[in-house]
Each structure stands twice: as C-alpha cells, then as structure tokens.
C-alpha cells in the first residue's frame, strides 16, 4: 500500500550531491514524510523525516514542496558507503506501521 | 544511540520445526515490530506490540505468533516452519505507541526453511 513512487535507480559520483525525489500526490494533512536506506543484507537506516518544512540532520536534508506532493532527499557529498536503497514513506501520525515500497537503488561510483 | 539487536543473522531450519527469533532493544521504548521482507514485495508487518504482554496483528500473522513478557524483549515464533517462511525477518521499536515516532530496526535474521 506504498503511497510513493520513486525512480528505481540512480548513479552520483563520489563527492557529489545525491538528490533522490519522491513523489506522494496523494498524501494528507496529516502525513509525514520519512526517509530510511537499507544497505544490502543490513536492516533499515532512518535518515530523516518532516511534515512540511524543510528539515536537516548530520546525514541528509529533506525538501518538500509547497504543496507537499513530492519531496528530494539530498545526500551532500556522497561516499562509496551511501550506495542502498533508499525508502521514501508517507506515514500518519498515528499510524504504526511504515509501508516501505521498492525504493531507489542509489550506486555511489568512484 | 538506539540499538536494537537480533539473536541471529542467518538461521536455517528443517520444515515442520519450531522457530524462536529473537529481538531486544535497548531504549525503553514501548513500541515493538516484526516485519518480513521479501524482494518485490517491500516489508510487510507480521505483528506489533505496544506494550507488555500486549501484541496486534500486522497484515500477516498467519503462521506466527509473539511474546512480549519483557518490555525491551519481543520474540516471533513460527509455530510450524514451511517453506514459504524463508525469508528476512526484521524487527524494530519506537519509543512512544501511536504517535510519530521513528522506528528503528534490527540488522535483520535471514531465515531459510528446508
């Protein structure tokens, strides 16, 4: 029941930005957006996530439209380690469970 | 830093055997989860609990069943192992139930049934 789509895979370079859209259409008022990466045969790594406003951590920054109908998650400078796939999930606020789609497969090449 | 952690990485196991995957975090939190994955299909909730001795079914609890005696501790049981359990199992805990909180998740059990 993934509420997202996303494009199946993706290459940056090394040192470059990684920027990873999303698009959830169909997301409510009440729907956060949550980013996670899962490297091969590792379980989910939560990155960051937000409701309307633009967010930061040390990992990542999250753009969100206007209209909340999409969103980029922003890599700075990509490592070879960054290369997974990465979960883009709407989510409601009192929801427990995360629907993780297929995600981006992002390869980080040297 | 949350960690939760889970008994095995890989286990492999005879059909019609029973099966105890394990899975502890240490943080406090009151949140619990045990998800499969599998490829194409994404994760999918098996069962969840909210608190001690306290478990929901996810939207695939057929063939499972959990235990929550501990607050930090939260085992799936495969009561009879088939072959279409093979899989990678993971759990996961959030701090507070029914809010926004992020979940964090286990490195995973891979799970092969013969």
């Known amino acids: 029941d993934a509420k997202t789509t996303q494009p199946p895979s993706m290459d940056c370079a090394e040192g470059r930005a990684a920027n990873l859209p999303c698009n959830h259409s169909t997301i409510s008022g009440n729907e956060y957006v949550y980013w996670y990466r899962q490297i091969h045969s590792q379980g989910p790594q939560y990155i960051i996530h937000g409701l309307k406003n633009n967010e930061t951590n040390e990992m990542a920054s999250l753009i969100i439209t206007e209209d909340r109908k999409s969103s980029t998650l922003i890599l700075p400078h990509a490592t070879l380690r960054d290369t997974a796939v990465y979960y883009c999930i709407v989510r409601v606020a009192t929801g427990n469970q995360f629907y993780f789609g297929t995600g981006t497969s992002l390869t980080v090449i040297p | 830093d949350v960690k939760v952690t889970q008994s095995s990485r890989y286990l492999v196991k005879r059909t019609g055997e029973k099966v105890f995957l394990e899975c502890v975090q240490d943080m406090d939190h009151e949140n619990m989860f045990w998800y499969r994955q599998d490829p194409g299909l994404g994760l999918r909730l098996i069962y969840f609990?909210?608190?001690?001795?306290?478990?929901e079914k996810g939207d695939i609890p057929e063939g499972y069943s959990v235990s929550r005696e501990k607050k930090e501790r939260f085992s799936l049981i495969l009561e009879s192992a088939s072959t279409n359990q093979t899989s990678m199992y993971l759990c996961?805990?959030?701090?507070?139930?029914?809010?926004?909180?992020?979940?964090?998740f286990g490195p995973g059990t891979r799970l092969t049934v013969l």
């Open positions: 996961a805990s959030s701090r507070l139930a029914l809010s926004t909180d992020t979940q964090y």
């Open positions: 609990s909210y608190d001690v001795k306290m478990k």
